[in-house]
């Protein structure tokens, strides 16, 4: 299966502050998803890629699927207290899948905002 | 129902005993997924059933673990003869045909 490497392991922000976080892989992927956890709770899919080069915005957070296609970021702009959480990127398992699949996910970046 | 539910919410067992963890996916989700997440780890895929096909179990970690979906709709992940290292949260999630997947709120299971 693909291996995913996200970055970093763990922010302490300021609320108001941007985020900035991203997922490197050795393999091509065809879909980037991004999802956040909540504290006792599972993922929710935050933002999907599927396209080389596409950015795509949901509120405050936008992602974008690297041209390479090795990689993708999220990035969250003027952070608030309830943008705490974990946030994992997740791709096909198998290389040359779809996202209707099994999915891979990165390690996880814990994200802190100190009001 | 609304949402992807699990059962039970936690779980503590002694080493050696046997568990069932249930899932009851979003009503008409034809895909039906389990992955277990360890402490500060992502998700690691288990087992993955789509409508009538044969299950998709190649991420089960050993023969100890085993699902099965009964009528198309709950599932229950079985795992006998529990380790410490099978200490994790384990993760439902379910799909329409060729959609995202949404996630229940896990189960905790703590193997003392």
């Known amino acids: 299966g693909q291996q995913l490497n996200q970055s970093p392991q763990s922010m302490f922000i300021q609320e108001g502050e941007d985020v900035s976080m991203n997922c490197t892989s050795s393999?091509?992927?065809?879909?980037w998803l991004w999802y956040k956890q909540d504290p006792g709770e599972g993922p929710v899919l935050l933002i999907a890629l599927y396209k080389a080069g596409e950015l795509t915005s949901n509120g405050r957070l936008t992602a974008q699927f690297g041209i390479t296609r090795k990689d993708s970021f999220l990035n969250i702009s003027a952070s608030i207290p309830s943008d705490v959480g974990i946030y994992f990127c997740a791709g096909p398992k198998k290389a040359g899948g779809t996202s209707y699949g099994k999915l891979t996910f990165g390690q996880g970046t814990i994200l802190t905002v100190h009001p | 129902g609304a949402g992807v539910s699990q059962s039970p919410s936690n779980k503590v067992t002694e080493k050696g005993k046997d568990v069932e963890l249930r899932c009851d996916p979003i009503?008409?989700?034809?895909?039906l997924y389990w992955y277990r997440q360890s402490l500060g780890q992502g998700l690691e895929f288990l087992i993955y059933f789509q409508g009538n096909s044969a299950p998709d179990k190649s991420g089960l970690p050993s023969d100890r673990f085993s699902a099965e979906r009964t009528g198309g709709s709950v599932s229950t992940l079985t795992i006998q003869r529990t380790q410490q290292e099978d200490s994790a949260v384990y993760l439902c999630?379910?799909?329409?045909?060729?959609?995202?997947?949404?996630f229940g709120p896990g189960t905790r299971l703590l193997v003392l």
């Open positions: 009503s008409g989700h034809t895909a």
């Open positions: 999630a379910s799909s329409g045909y060729q959609e995202t997947q949404y």
């Open positions: 393999s091509i992927f065809n879909t």
